[in-house]
């Protein structure tokens, strides 16, 4: 344990000093090329706008961008596994034509497992046991991939580096269901996440979906009670909610920036709800000032996942049709008023909420699904991930209809 800590924190220390370097490249246009996983990565010097020399990173995979994304969610066991096949063969035999697949999980481990001397090797899992051959399949089906990276719940890193999480009591802050969050005041883990980030990247991904990119729920309650470093914001004369919009905007910003060599979209997951209000009090979410600095913005607007009367509905749940109309509504506003806009790429519910009825509860299946698909539609957005945390997605499902 102790030799494993000792090397996570070198690299964040190396990590942390990079950063404060200055991001230039100099010299005629070259090529080099690095074996990773066994595929090709090619790292070339183009000078785009003739005013600064830039490197941009191919993966060597062909992958094109579909019509509109239609997605599912698609976990590192069931991409490795046998559910794999069966999830390819629903993409491909409908109209959907993408996938986001777990890179970064939501306990904080990798996926899959890289080189061993990759500074990430510790926090690797097994669950993809050969990222070349599943890659291969989804170019060969041309089924869009994108990686999920999960950003600021990490109980892996909290656990390792105490420092760069909350603690109470001395000891790591868990919420009510055992998770822990790092920092986002913390750059080194900007650093961390981005740095796998360009690992699935290099893999051939074609988008970088960072998700939990907030503070825990419910912090503005703790944040007193708490102990944690704020970092560079710490001087700065803003209330400490302003100061957690910032630091949470700031990232996005910079994991854009860092991103930008590797010819890869960035999209961020976001609460539905943070596009009602100016900003959410504990969690950091500025919708607006997030979509400034993504490609694609989604939000989680599953029906289930809204208070009772939000919109105006008894039980949004039992709604899905009215919720997505009266939530894109909003969001359109919201975004219109963007000098650019990004893509809406929202997250829809395929999955039931038993935790909302002390009877029956309402079951989701063509119908459900179908519904918000056609609202999303009928409201001039064109792109839609499916959530199901068991990657088991309701059958013959119109993914067009209305269209």
């Given at each position: 344990?102790?030799?494993?800590?000792?090397?996570?924190?070198?690299?964040?220390?190396?990590l942390?000093f990079?950063?404060l370097?200055?991001?230039?490249?100099?010299?005629?246009?070259?090529?080099?090329?690095?074996?990773?996983?066994?595929?090709?990565?090619?790292?070339?010097?183009?000078?785009?706008?003739q005013?600064?020399?830039?490197f941009?990173?191919?993966?060597?995979?062909n992958?094109?961008?579909?019509?509109?994304?239609?997605?599912?969610?698609?976990t590192?066991?069931?991409?490795?596994g046998?559910?794999f096949?069966?999830l390819?063969d629903?993409?491909?035999?409908?109209?959907?034509?993408?996938?986001?697949?777990?890179?970064?999980?939501?306990h904080?481990?990798?996926?899959?497992?890289?080189?061993?001397?990759?500074?990430?090797a510790?926090?690797?899992m097994n669950?993809i046991?050969?990222?070349?051959?599943?890659?291969?399949?989804?170019e060969?089906k041309?089924?869009?991939?994108?990686?999920r990276?999960?950003?600021?719940?990490?109980?892996?890193?909290?656990?390792?580096?105490?420092?760069?999480?909350?603690?109470k009591?001395g000891e790591?802050?868990?919420?009510?269901?055992?998770?822990a969050?790092?920092?986002?005041?913390?750059?080194?883990?900007?650093?961390?996440?981005?740095?796998?980030?360009?690992?699935?990247a290099?893999?051939?991904?074609?988008e970088?979906?960072?998700?939990?990119?907030?503070f825990?729920?419910?912090?503005?309650?703790m944040?007193?009670?708490?102990?944690?470093s704020?970092?560079?914001?710490?001087?700065?004369?803003?209330?400490?909610?302003?100061?957690?919009?910032?630091?949470?905007?700031?990232?996005?910003a910079y994991?854009?920036?860092?991103?930008m060599?590797?010819d890869?979209?960035?999209s961020v997951?976001i609460f539905?709800?943070?596009?009602t209000?100016e900003?959410?009090?504990?969690?950091g979410q500025?919708?607006?000032?997030?979509?400034?600095?993504?490609?694609i913005?989604?939000?989680?607007?599953?029906p289930?996942?809204?208070?009772?009367?939000?919109?105006?509905?008894?039980?949004?749940?039992?709604?899905?049709?009215?919720?997505?109309k009266?939530?894109?509504?909003?969001e359109?506003?919201v975004?219109?008023?963007?000098?650019?806009q990004?893509?809406?790429r929202p997250?829809l519910?395929?999955?039931?909420?038993?935790w909302?009825?002390s009877g029956a509860?309402?079951?989701?299946?063509k119908?459900?699904?179908?519904a918000?698909?056609?609202?999303?539609?009928?409201?001039?957005?064109?792109e839609?991930?499916?959530?199901?945390?068991?990657n088991?997605?309701?059958?013959?499902?119109d993914?067009l209809?209305?269209?």
């Amino acid at each position: 344990m102790a030799k494993r800590q000792h090397k996570i924190y070198t690299f964040m220390m190396i990590l942390l000093f990079s950063m404060l370097l200055p991001i230039t490249s100099y010299g005629e246009e070259v090529e080099t090329t690095s074996e990773h996983g066994g595929r090709q990565t090619n790292i070339k010097l183009l000078d785009p706008d003739q005013s600064m020399k830039r490197f941009t990173i191919d993966s060597g995979y062909n992958f094109e961008y579909p019509d509109a994304v239609r997605g599912i969610y698609v976990t590192g066991n069931s991409a490795g596994g046998s559910r794999f096949e069966s999830l390819v063969d629903l993409v491909d035999t409908t109209a959907l034509n993408a996938m986001v697949i777990d890179v970064k999980e939501d306990h904080g481990n990798l996926t899959f497992k890289p080189e061993e001397s990759s500074p990430f090797a510790d926090i690797a899992m097994n669950y993809i046991s050969d990222p070349e051959s599943m890659m291969k399949t989804l170019e060969e089906k041309q089924i869009y991939p994108i990686a999920r990276i999960v950003v600021f719940k990490d109980s892996v890193l909290a656990k390792e580096r105490p420092e760069l999480s909350f603690t109470k009591d001395g000891e790591v802050w868990v919420n009510n269901r055992g998770e822990a969050f790092v920092n986002p005041f913390e750059k080194e883990v900007w650093g961390y996440n981005v740095e796998i980030a360009k690992l699935a990247a290099e893999m051939g991904f074609q988008e970088i979906q960072f998700d939990y990119v907030r503070f825990p729920e419910g912090f503005e309650n703790m944040d007193e009670e708490l102990q944690y470093s704020e970092g560079e914001y710490s001087e700065v004369d803003l209330s400490n909610t302003k100061k957690r919009v910032e630091a949470v905007s700031d990232f996005v910003a910079y994991a854009r920036e860092e991103l930008m060599n590797y010819d890869v979209d960035v999209s961020v997951d976001i609460f539905g709800y943070a596009a009602t209000v100016e900003e959410t009090p504990g969690i950091g979410q500025n919708f607006s000032r997030i979509a400034e600095n993504v490609d694609i913005i989604s939000s989680m607007i599953y029906p289930s996942h809204w208070t009772t009367n939000y919109f105006g509905l008894e039980n949004p749940d039992e709604e899905p049709y009215r919720l997505i109309k009266e939530y894109s509504k909003v969001e359109n506003e919201v975004l219109g008023a963007l000098e650019t806009q990004p893509v809406s790429r929202p997250w829809l519910q395929d999955f039931e909420a038993p935790w909302l009825y002390s009877g029956a509860t309402k079951q989701y299946g063509k119908e459900e699904v179908e519904a918000q698909i056609k609202a999303l539609y009928e409201s001039g957005i064109d792109e839609f991930l499916l959530w199901n945390a068991g990657n088991k997605y309701t059958e013959n499902v119109d993914y067009l209809i209305g269209k």
